[in-house]
DNA sequence: CTGCATAAA
């Protein structure tokens, strides 16, 4: 194995030296296999470059997805077109035509439509390309009486969906054909189909159970297995065997794009499986000859050999997480300047969700000519975001994945193996435009041996939210319900123990009104009870301002190593009750501060000093906005709240100091098993379950000894962390949870 | 004492 050899090059760490040898081995270290992935179907027509779901190359036509309020567009006054704009939409879908009858799933229409009209549930199959996404769903517009509701995991999805087929349609969007997303609702009286997430959907069902505005219910993406999802299929099995059961008019649709179909079949009581070809093009998928060691070095060695040795095309590359990313972006950038000239600069582009969006969009720019793209991803380019371009894809074979423990009440961030279903989308992300190579740095012995298909996410979270929702469609027996996949009698008495102790059930286990309030709000069930708390402590508004920072992820952005610290003591230094009473508080003050800004300009230089996201902070008054208006409508107003004062509630007296004590008792309230009792030895010990936990570094607490500390999430990587910490006393524990303490007590006194 | 994948209401 001469060409192996030369792989082999770990030892010496000059990089020079590096680039020297691997320019002669030209993919040594793949061993050809020379299959394609997918069947390749007319790919020399040139107009088969159009796909189904170009989610990203979509987006400059959304112009929605920043609308800022949720109007409805109910009126139908509104919009009143010109006849000249409906005649151009109607020679544009004319013209779009001629595309649709090219896809896959044209070609079945006349035989599918019939049978799926006709049956209670199908399941259709189609793989990339087929169009299903766009084309089921109008196929059957004209055929159906009721209204349509097509869903989808992802809010871009549904809105670009929505786009497309409006287009094709010939409409305005939120005419005939609408999304409806949070925050953004494009939908009219007039519209019969309707795209929405996954989400949505279900608020709808929690608001009517019936779903008496639809005859047709189709569930895209099924594949993905999102808890979502699953909690849909498991509904709409609900409404077939029971209120709807009679109702002909009245179908379910399941659309995934992986062949495991027996699966939903099954579910449904042998529910028809149709089967729609896809349309990528082959990639052919390479292995690596010995096993991966070290997957930063061997992803960089692959890459460079990939730019020496392909032609044109943009080179994809996942990896698990942010630190290998930066790792990888980094030496490339060292390095691709000085590589033989006869091969394209590589431009290294990272890519991954707490990436500030304009960083983000930079995999979109257009790179000069003899310039190549190297987009180094997370698993958010398996789905998420669609890169075009893409002709080579260099697959380290892993992910991260959080688990939750229920046993042990915390969760766990692994780097695991992915599933064979994952790594075929993977590869496919190369053959969207062209034919195109996946290069797979590990060996196909490892490649058989891996699972047929992601673990759903179901099973490896903490489902208290979920619980919650059957609750509220008044299930008894949730052990025996229409799980697709039951998380299990542990999980599920975890979650109904939670529950209880938020007083969200009675003793009998139906759901109490308070249930019935967090149930509707947008924020998980500890959360909905903080603030049902907050506002009988009297300091609601601080504390949704909060909630609202805590429901937006990323908000706090992960400094690189070299500002870190930098960023850290800026931090410290702005957040005067945040460096005493911990993160919650240092939320509350940044983002006061953040609107204390009359410029945006300095506005945004200061996010960026202070580590936090600009539009982050944009969201979060979205957020604010929909939590306090659903905070106002479930209770009205309580009785001793701080803005009696004020009646304006969107002219809040910032000259009023919040009193920390009692929006900390709030959330205490909420999360009174995720608190810990400092020790003697600078170490906590959580109050549940006596076990040594240790605040985060990236919280401001870090560092710091107090007698006992409150965290909003508890995870283990290296060892236990408490992540969102503040600082609290031992008096209110024993306010709230006298029955917690006493025995933790006792270990602080020896 | 030192560091989080993705998505949604």
Redesign the pocket.
């Known amino acids: 194995m001469r060409q192996n050899k030369k792989i082999k090059f770990d030892e010496d760490g000059e990089i020079k030296e590096i680039s020297g040898r691997i320019k002669t081995s030209r993919y040594g270290s793949f061993a050809s296999k020379s299959k394609s992935t997918r069947r390749d179907y007319n790919h020399d027509s040139k107009q088969s470059s159009r796909r189904e779901d170009k989610v990203v190359s979509h987006k400059p036509k959304t112009v929605r997805l920043d609308s800022e309020d949720d109007q409805n567009s109910d009126d139908d006054e509104n919009h009143k077109l010109s006849r000249s704009d409906y005649l151009k939409m109607q020679m544009k879908a004319r013209t779009l035509l001629v595309d649709r009858k090219k896809l896959p799933i044209y070609k079945a229409k006349n035989r599918l439509i019939p049978r799926i009209i006709s049956s209670k549930v199908s399941i259709v199959i189609g793989e990339t390309g087929s169009g299903k996404s766009t084309q089921v769903p109008q196929f059957l517009m004209k055929k159906v009486n009721g209204g349509i509701a097509v869903t989808q ?5 549904a809105i670009n969906l929505a786009t497309r087929v409006a287009e094709e349609y010939g409409c305005p969007l939120g005419h005939e054909v609408g999304y409806s ?3 953004s609702n494009v939908t009219s009286k007039k519209t019969k189909l309707r795209y ?5 959907l ?2 709808e069902m929690m608001l009517d159970p019936m779903m008496s505005k639809y005859s047709t219910i189709i569930v895209d993406e099924a594949h993905e297995r ?3 999802t699953d909690l849909i299929l498991g509904f709409l099995k609900g409404l077939i065997l029971g209120k709807r059961k009679d109702d002909s008019d009245f179908r379910v649709i399941v659309m995934s794009a992986t062949l495991d179909a027996e699966k939903f079949s099954q579910f449904f009581e042998n529910a028809p499986i149709y089967y729609i070809e896809g349309r990528l093009f082959p990639v052919k998928r390479l292995y690596l000859q010995r096993s991966a060691d070290d997957i930063i070095d061997d992803m960089v060695k692959a890459i460079i050999q990939v730019n020496q040795g392909e032609r044109t095309g943009d080179i994809l590359c996942f990896l ?4 290998d990313i930066d790792k990888v972006t980094s030496l490339l950038e060292k390095l691709a300047p000085e590589l033989p000239k006869d091969a394209p600069l590589m431009v290294p582009l990272p890519l ?3 990436l500030p969006p304009h960083q983000q969009m930079k995999v979109f720019e257009k790179v000069k000519p003899r310039q190549r793209k190297v987009i180094l991803s ?3 380019a398996e789905t ?2 669609t890169v075009p371009g893409i002709r080579y894809v260099i697959d380290s074979g892993l ?4 688990v939750w423990r229920h046993e042990l009440g915390l969760s766990t ?1 692994l780097t695991v193996p992915i599933s064979k279903a994952s790594a075929a989308q993977r590869t496919g992300r190369a053959g969207r435009e062209a034919p195109g190579k996946c290069f797979r740095l590990y060996r196909e012995k490892d490649y058989l041996k891996l699972c047929e298909n992601t673990e759903p ?1 179901i099973l490896r ?1 903490e489902i208290v ?1 979920p619980v919650l929702m059957l609750k509220r469609l008044n299930v008894d027996d949730i052990l025996g319900w229409y799980w697709i996949e039951s998380p299990g009698k542990e999980s599920l008495f975890s979650a109904l123990r939670q529950l209880y102790s938020l007083n969200a059930l009675s003793d009998s286990g139906s759901i109490t009104s308070l249930g019935q309030k967090m149930v509707v709000l ?3 069930p500890h959360l909905a009870s903080v603030l049902i708390q907050a506002k009988e402590y009297g300091v609601l508004d601080p504390v949704v301002d909060i909630v609202s920072c805590l ?1 937006v ?2 908000l706090l952005l ?2 690189s ?1 070299e500002k ?2 930098e960023i ?1 003591i800026k931090r410290r230094d702005t957040c005067t009750l945040g460096s005493r009473y911990g993160d919650l508080l240092m939320l509350k003050e940044l983002y006061d501060i953040y609107n204390g800004f009359s410029d945006v300009g300095e506005c945004k230089h200061w996010c960026r000093e202070i580590g936090v996201s600009y539009r982050g902070f944009r969201n979060v008054l979205r957020i604010r906005k929909q939590i306090a208006s659903y905070m106002e409508n479930i209770g009205g107003r309580s009785t001793h709240s701080q803005s009696d004062i004020n009646d304006d509630i969107d002219d809040i007296d910032y000259s009023k100091p919040v009193d920390p004590s009692l929006i900390l008792k709030s959330f205490l309230k909420g999360f009174i098993t995720n608190s810990a009792i400092g020790m003697p030895d ?1 170490s906590y010990r959580t109050v549940t379950t006596g076990d040594t936990i ?5 919280s401001l607490l ?2 710091k000894k107090v007698d006992a500390i409150l965290y909003i ?1 508890h ?1 283990y ?3 236990g ?1 408490a ?2 910490v503040s600082a609290i006393e031992l008096e209110w524990l024993q306010e709230v949870a006298p029955h917690l303490l006493g025995s933790r007590i006792s270990i602080q006194n020896d």
């Open positions: 995991p992802r809010r871009v999805a997303v949070r925050f929405l997430t996954d989400g949505m279900l608020r999102t808890i979502l698990p997480g942010q630190e991954y969700a707490a997370t698993n958010i998420s975001v992910r991260k994945v959080k961030l996410e979270s939210s947008p924020v998980a429901s992820d990323n992960t400094p190593s870190r610290d850290n600078r240790s605040i985060h570094p990236s870090f560092g999430e995870v990587t290296m060892k962390y992540r969102n």
